[in-house]
């Protein structure tokens, strides 16, 4: 399929899986995706997480910040061999589509979810129609952002956080990366957090023969706009982002505008 993309380099720096689906959809309409994942992501086992899920029914409330913190939750769940039916009784709140598909994976289905997928909208939007409703579950992984915490403290929302996944740089990825960035060939970069955003900023740093300056200048999409506000933030000089703020909103993205630019 031949479009205003065909052609194009398009940076993924996404984890590994992830960035397969953006990868496919990217070759379907005639891009070159480059992938360097600079994320990876790994379960935390503690005990102080086995106690909090075996309170669950202490809950009224079960947020899930992201697909990943589903996933991570439901698989230690059935691995400390926790009965998951427990969930049931509770309501459960996602940020956006991704996280409403892994969770109707595991057979469940979101009481809430926002109109748009940001966590500060997922908690604005939860507190003008419930209110105080009850003790909230906030499922979420180590660099969650901290726009639903400081919503619910500001309101007096009792919460406790399970932290249920650690995300970490892959320096693995950093070789790669480096390579595609002395080429100095990319048509876009995108980023799907600010972590990768992060991330991508630590290997230039270590990277003294790439030019940081004009790195920035080169287009990035960014999933959305805590990663757009992050990006902005770090000097990047030309960020898009999309309506929507998934991998599909941002191929649409792309496709505008480089269909735009001619």
Request: aromatic share 12%.
């Amino acid at each position: 399929m031949s479009s205003s993309l065909s052609g194009k380099k398009i940076l993924i720096t996404r984890e590994k899986h992830q960035a397969k689906v953006f990868s496919d959809k990217l070759k379907e309409v005639g891009a070159i995706p480059l992938v360097a994942p600079l994320l990876s992501f790994q379960p935390r086992y503690s005990s102080e997480n086995q106690k909090m899920m075996q309170r669950l029914q202490d809950f009224t409330w079960v947020f899930f910040t992201s697909a990943n913190g589903v996933k991570f939750f439901f698989d230690q769940m059935i691995q400390f061999g926790y009965n998951t039916n427990v969930l049931n009784q509770l309501h459960i709140a996602v940020v956006g589509k991704k996280t409403e598909l892994m969770l109707h994976h595991y057979n469940f289905k979101a009481d809430f979810k926002p109109s748009h997928f940001h966590g500060s909208q997922m908690a604005k939007e939860f507190l003008h129609r419930y209110g105080n409703s009850g003790q909230i579950l906030l499922v979420c992984g180590s660099k969650s952002r901290q726009e639903i915490p400081k919503e619910l403290t500001g309101h007096h929302v009792s919460f406790e956080r399970l932290i249920i996944y650690d995300t970490l740089v892959n320096e693995d990825s950093f070789t790669l990366l480096r390579s595609y960035l002395k080429q100095n060939t990319i048509d876009a970069y995108t980023f799907t957090s600010p972590s990768t955003i992060e991330a991508f900023l630590q290997l230039i740093e270590l990277s003294p023969l790439i030019d940081e300056f004009v790195a920035k200048k080169r287009l990035c999409v960014c999933i959305g706009s805590t990663t757009q506000q992050k990006a902005l933030d770090e000097g990047f000089q030309h960020v898009l982002v999309p309506t929507e703020f998934t991998i599909e909103g941002m191929l649409d993205e792309l496709i505008k505008h480089f269909t735009m630019k001619g």
